[in-house]
């Protein structure tokens, strides 16, 4: 389900020290980007963010909740974003440091999906 008109907004509102916050229905969800780049998902009005190797200890915390899934042929995908702890919401300098963190991990994904891809630079 995508983010409520209201929680997307209040998102890009408190996400703005960022840089550019927008957001974009995709995938029955609403992507987080930063610049370009995706650092964070919405379903409902929950928010995940992006989780590499790097930061897992991190974001420890996180871990209480499952990931964001799918359903696939009968599987349940977990992808590596991580449900934000609903605290979150209500202390924006947390957000906005949780999210640097997520977007750091959303560059190095993006990195390194960019040199396993032949031909792009």
Same mark, same amino acid.
């Given at each position: 389900?995508?983010?409520?008109?209201?929680?997307?907004?209040?998102?890009? @509102? @408190?996400?703005?020290?960022?840089?550019?916050?927008?957001?974009?229905?995709?995938?029955?969800?609403?992507?987080?980007?930063?610049?370009?780049?995706?650092?964070?998902?919405?379903?409902? !009005?929950?928010?995940?963010?992006?989780? !590499?190797?790097? /930061?897992?200890?991190?974001?420890? @915390?996180?871990?209480?909740?499952?990931?964001?899934?799918?359903?696939?042929?009968?599987? /349940?995908? !977990?992808?590596?974003?991580?449900?934000?702890?609903?605290?979150?919401?209500?202390?924006? @300098?947390?957000?906005?440091?949780?999210?640097?963190?997520?977007?750091?991990?959303?560059?190095?994904?993006?990195?390194?999906? !960019?040199?396993?891809?032949?031909?792009?630079?």
């Amino acid at each position: 389900m995508v983010a409520s008109a209201s929680f997307a907004n209040f998102l890009r @509102e @408190e996400l703005a020290p960022l840089g550019r916050v927008t957001t974009r229905r995709m995938f029955g969800k609403t992507g987080v980007f930063c610049d370009g780049l995706m650092f964070a998902m919405v379903t409902g !009005d929950s928010l995940y963010f992006r989780v !590499d190797d790097q /930061i897992a200890a991190a974001f420890s @915390e996180a871990r209480a909740a499952a990931p964001l899934n799918y359903e696939k042929g009968g599987r /349940i995908i !977990d992808l590596s974003f991580w449900r934000a702890p609903d605290r979150l919401l209500d202390d924006p @300098e947390d957000l906005v440091a949780w999210a640097r963190v997520a977007l750091g991990a959303a560059r190095r994904v993006a990195a390194k999906r !960019d040199r396993a891809t032949p031909g792009r630079t």
